[in-house]
Nanobody, 125 residues
């Protein structure tokens, strides 16, 4: 059974940092792209960042987080991370990790077939 478990969310002041982790199990982690999405109240779930399979990874980000967020993966630990720096109030959302259906990190939710339960990130002073 494929399972994804996020951790690392919390309350942080504007300008602060958080690192989200997503522990995967039930599938060959290194064979699939992974993505991070977020959903704020009243808004649709949006793609944030994605990383391709294997060890020579390509990464993709939405423009709003470029230069602030970094996605990475440790295939030995079956874990994907999202390092978030320079957080803004607009980053407040529930953050979800997801397993891609292929090796390429697409931005569409339909290209992911397993999801974690989410971890809340709140940016507020």
């Amino acid at each position: 059974q494929e399972q994804l478990v996020e951790s690392g969310g919390g309350l942080v002041q504007p300008g602060g940092s958080l690192r989200l982790s997503c522990a995967a199990s039930g599938f060959i982690f290194s064979h699939y792209a992974m993505g991070w999405f977020r959903q704020a109240p009243g808004k649709e779930r949006e793609f944030v960042a994605g990383i391709s399979w294997g060890d020579d990874n390509s990464r993709t980000y939405i423009d709003d987080v470029k230069g602030r967020f970094t996605i990475s993966r440790d295939n030995a630990k079956n874990t994907v991370y999202l390092q978030m720096n320079g957080l803004k109030s607009a980053d407040t959302a529930e953050y979800y990790c997801a397993k891609g259906i292929s090796t390429t990190p697409f931005s569409l939710p339909g290209m992911y077939d397993a999801w974690g339960q989410g971890t809340q990130v709140t940016v507020s002073s």
